[in-house]
């Protein structure tokens, strides 16, 4: 019987995923759930700020990242993107899990006429976990349509070439828009107490729309495990999802884990 002589290259290959993993837990820095400031608004977990954190990691929910933009010589304005379209961040209440959205086309924050505003895109919250919270409404324009049926209101202002423009508040299944040949339906929200107030909606529109709407978070799928061990859930380009532990060491799934990058941490 002959043993195996394997060339130094083998052993190598035997110690990469080690080196792979020090390489990695050098590189995740531990202090990375910060709170930042941008206008009037706090941004801390689960969002996170864009731009601040390291290109290869940031601490906070996935799709929750705010961006601080300056306004010229105004105050900062954050802004949030949900499927591809950005809305103003007015205010976030971390005790309620809620914030307060403007649609970009008609937030006054944002520069530009807003006197009859028209909203271009619905809402669309894809797989995050957020939810319209109960004080708002969905309301949806109609565009282009040769009139608008009884349950709509017209908005004169948005009219377009004698084709019209309707606006329903209530969401009624009932709804016919055949026989009124729209071309464009655009579902968006607002404050229904707002709504309910306005003495002419179909006139006040677009200060209520500026005024926006409001969304609530719930916990990510993925991040129960981490939150329940008293971590906080983030992204590491390389090994996508992370817990960062109130004790600094950093995990995989859940703190308190047997996990290899806090094992090796201790061997620093
Ligand atoms: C910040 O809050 C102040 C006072 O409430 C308000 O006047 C100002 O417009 C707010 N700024 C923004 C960008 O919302
Ligand atoms: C880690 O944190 C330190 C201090 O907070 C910072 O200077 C450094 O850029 C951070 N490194 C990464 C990779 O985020
Ligand atoms: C409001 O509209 C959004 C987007 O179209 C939809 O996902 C949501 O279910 C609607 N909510 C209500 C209460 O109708
Ligand atoms: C509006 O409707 C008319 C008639 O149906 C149609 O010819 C036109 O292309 C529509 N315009 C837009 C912008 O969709
Ligand atoms: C908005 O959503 C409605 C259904 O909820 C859909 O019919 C419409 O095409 C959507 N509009 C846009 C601009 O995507
Ligand atoms: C999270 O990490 C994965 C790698 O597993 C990467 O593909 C993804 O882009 C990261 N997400 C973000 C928002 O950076
Ligand atoms: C990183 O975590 C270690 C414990 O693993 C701790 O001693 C150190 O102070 C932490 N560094 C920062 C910047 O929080």
């Not at 930042?36 to 929750?64: A, H, L």
């Not at 709407?213 to 993925?222: I, K, N």
């Not at 983030?234 to 799934?253: E, L, Q």
Request: net charge negative.
């Amino acid at each position: 019987m002959s043993h195996h002589i394997y060339p130094l290259s083998h052993y190598l290959l035997l110690l990469l995923p080690l080196f792979f993993i020090i390489v990695l837990s050098a590189e995740i820095n531990n202090s990375t759930c910060p709170s930042y400031t941008c206008g009037n608004v706090t941004i801390r977990y689960p969002f996170w700020k864009m731009d601040t954190e390291s290109p290869t990691q940031f601490c906070g929910y996935e799709g929750f990242e705010i961006k601080c933009s300056s306004n010229g010589d105004q105050q900062d304005i954050p802004e949030i993107t949900l499927s591809d379209d950005n809305y103003y961040v007015q205010w976030i209440n971390y005790d309620y899990k809620s914030m307060l959205l403007a649609n970009y086309d008609v937030s006054s924050a944002v520069p530009g006429p807003k006197v009859c505003p028209r909203v271009n895109h619905n809402i669309s919250l894809g797989t995050l976990p957020l939810n319209l919270s109960p004080f708002s409404v969905n309301i949806s324009f109609h565009f282009n349509c040769s009139g608008c049926p009884s349950f709509a209101t017209e908005i004169p202002c948005l009219d377009n070439n004698g084709r019209k423009s309707c606006l329903v508040t209530s969401t009624e299944e009932t709804e016919d828009w055949d026989g009124y040949s729209c071309s464009e339906e655009v579902v968006t929200a607002v404050i229904d107490e707002l709504m309910k107030k306005s003495p002419n909606f179909q006139v006040d529109f677009g200060s209520v729309l500026e005024k926006g709407f409001e969304l609530q978070w719930g916990g990510a799928d993925d991040c129960e495990k981490c939150e329940k061990s008293d971590g906080r859930c983030g992204n590491h380009s390389t090994t996508g999802h992370i817990c960062f532990c109130s004790d600094g060491t950093i995990s995989k799934n859940e703190c308190g884990g047997t996990f290899i990058i806090t094992t090796l941490k201790f061997q620093f």
